[in-house]
């Protein structure tokens, strides 16, 4: 079989998002950091994801990057491309969902794509266009206060609209209920009209599953990580992909145990109170970042006492939004996040290469920063630790054992994560 699908991320967290569901729905999924500079062997892979950071970096420099994974994927033969963003929708007005997912169309002279970012299985849904979190609209989720991309509208037809000159529109959970031909023919109503964009309507796995059968032949569809857990049987259902077990095997796991988290979503709060209740961890301050190297020194002295223990051990920089702002106000957003991320990074590459082996990251910035520090350029996906977040592995240069490592989107895990994670890798 050829490679089926070709995936554009938007962050390192939530190509990881995705590329679990796929695997959870019996795709070999493989994920590469940034488009690769050399052939890959992608015999037995069913799906690649192109990991980027594309989320929050200039808008030009978001599409051309984008343009260039595109490219990529369909040299590999790709069947269909996905291009994956947030279950938050994260952006701007300037971008980064909007120009991005209309520079795709254009080079793939497709005349219409979908936008579906729900994950019901993570209480993300959208009914009416809206978008919720849990019970509660996005815009009073505590995505409010997100310190690169605030959302403070809900209203995710309004919110695309100010991102593109092309027109917005929805598929409402009316026509979805009724069935795929129903929800096909709206599609090609709203195309006769001129609508580029649908937003679609989500609250459930019958919906996702619904979606997936009405957008499998779409050369562009572009969402969060809930359809990539239908879409697979509808590869199937075309002949396209085979059934294959445990998609998801990785060899055993060996090494410390160690947490980074410079997310600061209300779910990775809630995690590090949990963790610190029975565990070790070291607070990072941007302030004290910025004026030296010492407290990076002092971090990592406190990680190497403990994990001489064996037990996991946690460096963060997770803060709530008051302080969060209190730093930016005195450093600057840029330069704050800047410092947090630099300050991991470095962190991540002195005690992997101390005999870490197992590592947990929380927030898409942070991981990003912290899977470039590393060299990393392919990751294997493995089994589910929670909706949207799977242990993976990689080789590192000089490494006999693979490195085991969860990149954990902030908003995503129960509130025992950080414990239970390393419990379930084996």
């Not at 980027?52 to 590999?76: F, H, T, Y």
């Not at 779910?267 to 302030?287: E, V």
Request: hydrophobic content about 45%; charged content about 20%.
């Amino acid at each position: 079989m050829s490679l089926v699908l070709g995936v554009i991320s938007d962050d390192f967290t939530g190509a990881t998002d995705l590329a679990n569901n796929l695997v959870r729905a019996g795709m070999r999924t493989l994920q590469v950091i940034g488009i690769p500079k050399t052939d890959l062997t992608l015999e037995n892979i069913d799906a690649v994801v192109v990991a980027l950071k594309s989320r929050s970096c200039p808008m030009s420099e978001g599409v051309n990057i984008s343009l260039a994974a595109l490219e990529w994927l369909q040299d590999q033969g790709a069947r269909q491309i996905y291009f994956k963003y947030c279950s938050t929708f994260d952006s701007t007005d300037a971008g980064n969902i909007g120009p991005v997912a209309d520079a795709l169309l254009e080079r793939l002279e497709a005349k219409q794509t979908v936008m579906v970012p729900a994950f019901p299985a993570n209480n993300r849904t959208v009914y009416q266009g809206h978008l919720f979190v849990g019970d509660r609209l996005l815009n009073d989720s505590g995505m409010e206060n997100h310190p690169l991309n605030p959302m403070r509208d809900a209203d995710l037809v309004r919110t695309l609209s100010r991102q593109t000159d092309h027109s917005v529109g929805l598929l409402a959970r009316s026509e979805l209920s009724a069935g795929v031909q129903t929800s096909w023919d709206h599609l090609e109503r709203l195309a006769t009209q001129g609508v580029r964009h649908v937003i679609c309507d989500t609250l459930d796995e019958t919906d996702l599953a619904t979606l997936a059968a009405v957008v499998v032949k779409l050369p562009l569809v572009t969402g969060g990580s809930g359809l990539g857990q239908a879409l697979p049987a509808e590869y199937r259902r075309l002949g396209w992909l085979d059934i294959v077990d445990q998609a998801g095997r990785l060899e055993p796991a060996s090494g410390g145990a160690l947490v980074l988290s410079g997310s600061c979503s209300r779910a990775t709060l809630m995690q590090i109170k949990h963790f610190l209740a029975s565990h070790g961890g070291f607070a990072l301050d941007p302030l004290a970042l910025a004026k030296d190297e010492t407290h990076i020194g002092h971090a990592l002295d406190f990680a190497r006492q403990r994990l001489s223990s064996k037990a996991p051990v946690l460096i963060y920089a997770s803060a709530t939004p008051d302080k969060v702002r209190q730093a930016q106000d005195q450093l600057g957003a840029a330069v704050a996040g800047e410092c947090i991320e630099q300050a991991l990074a470095i962190i991540a590459s002195e005690l992997v290469a101390d005999g870490v082996g197992r590592l947990l990251v929380a927030g898409g910035e942070t991981s990003g920063a912290v899977v470039s520090a590393l060299g990393i350029c392919e990751l294997r996906i493995g089994d589910q630790i929670d909706p949207g977040v799977p242990w993976t592995q990689a080789y590192l240069v000089g490494k006999p054992a693979p490195l085991s490592l969860a990149l954990k989107s902030g908003n995503f895990g129960g509130v025992d994560f950080f414990s239970r994670a390393f419990e379930v890798l084996l």
